[in-house]
């Protein structure tokens, strides 16, 4: 079963999910093995070996998580750059095409703003739910460049305008495909594997212990768990750079439609 739905839930449940499910694990096997742990070794000369193994562990897995927590937000921001600078494509290809005489001018402004309408209100609600948006937006730019293409310039000066706004349209063209590769995008799962095995080893030294005051034994271990929680959620929330709540929105492409494409 998919654990995706959980991008669905706002962040403060989401991380309230993540964490809690840590502690449970931490303090249910703490419980666990509390009752058997003194049969396994005799008691608190063994903690001290413990808590060095504890420390040296805790320093490379943190290492680890700190690592792939600049890695993903890394690709958080090249995904938002790349957003951000196929909204700037769109609004250069529209202010060139602006310039041409009409029909053309209107024909290709019109096709240009109603993909932009388009890709703010369809296909970012579609990448929102992990889905790669559909060959409706492939269809609307195929008949901006076919139009485009077959203009018939009037002067030289129009060719030159012509030439100019057939590069800008192929930029924007591999920034949409950029963007829609960017949709799926995800840390492999040998990268979940080892987030998720290398908390449980942690957590799991901390069952070791032998102490009396038990109270204070499981506050700690909640700390812990608490604190793996949460570097293991801001993980995940930029694992999906268009999913869930903190995600990259059509922002870029609201502002060009409002202020490059407003008549």
């Known amino acids: 079963m998919s654990l995706l739905w959980i991008y669905d839930c706002p962040n403060w449940l989401f991380g309230v999910i993540v964490v809690s499910a840590f502690m449970a694990f931490a303090l249910g096997g703490q419980i666990a093995v509390r009752r058997v742990l003194p049969r396994w070794?005799?008691?608190?000369?063994?903690?001290?070996?413990?808590?060095?193994?504890?420390?040296?562990?805790?320093?490379?897995?943190?290492?680890?998580l700190g690592l792939l927590s600049v890695g993903a937000w890394e690709n958080f921001g090249a995904v938002d750059d790349g957003v951000t600078q196929e909204a700037s494509d769109i609004g250069v290809f529209y202010r060139t095409v602006d310039n041409f005489t009409e029909p053309h001018r209107t024909v290709l402004t019109d096709g240009v703003r109603a993909y932009t309408r388009r890709e703010i209100d369809v296909a970012w609600p579609e990448q929102r739910k992990g889905i790669v948006p559909g060959p409706?937006?492939?269809?609307?730019l195929?008949?901006?460049?076919?139009?485009?293409?077959?203009?018939e310039p009037g002067s030289e000066a129009q060719k030159l305008l012509q030439a100019e706004?057939?590069?800008?349209?192929?930029?924007?063209?591999?920034?949409?495909?950029?963007?829609l590769v960017s949709?799926?995008?995800?840390?492999?799962?040998?990268?979940?594997?080892?987030?998720?095995?290398?908390?449980?080893l942690n957590l799991s030294l901390m069952?070791?212990?032998v102490v009396e005051n038990r109270l204070l034994h499981d506050v700690l271990t909640a700390i812990l768990a608490c604190m793996l929680g949460l570097l293991v959620f801001l993980l995940a929330v930029m694992d999906f750079?268009?999913?869930?709540?903190?995600?990259?929105?059509?922002?870029?492409?609201?502002?060009?439609?409002?202020?490059?494409?407003?008549?």
């Not at 409706?136 to 609307?140: C, F, I, S, T």
């Not at 492409?253 to 490059?260: A, T």
């Open 207 to 209: 069952w070791l212990f």
């Open 41 to 64: 070794y005799g008691g608190k000369d063994y903690n001290d070996l413990v808590g060095q193994f504890l420390s040296a562990s805790g320093v490379f897995f943190g290492i680890t």
């Open 183 to 200: 949709v799926t995008t995800q840390l492999p799962a040998i990268v979940w594997i080892l987030v998720f095995g290398g908390s449980v």
């Open 165 to 179: 706004a057939l590069r800008e349209f192929s930029q924007m063209v591999e920034a949409r495909h950029k963007r």
């Open 142 to 151: 195929g008949q901006i460049q076919h139009y485009l293409a077959h203009v």
């Open 136 to 140: 409706v937006g492939n269809a609307m």
């Open 241 to 263: 750079p268009f999913r869930g709540e903190f995600s990259v929105g059509p922002d870029s492409f609201e502002l060009v439609y409002s202020q490059v494409m407003s008549k």
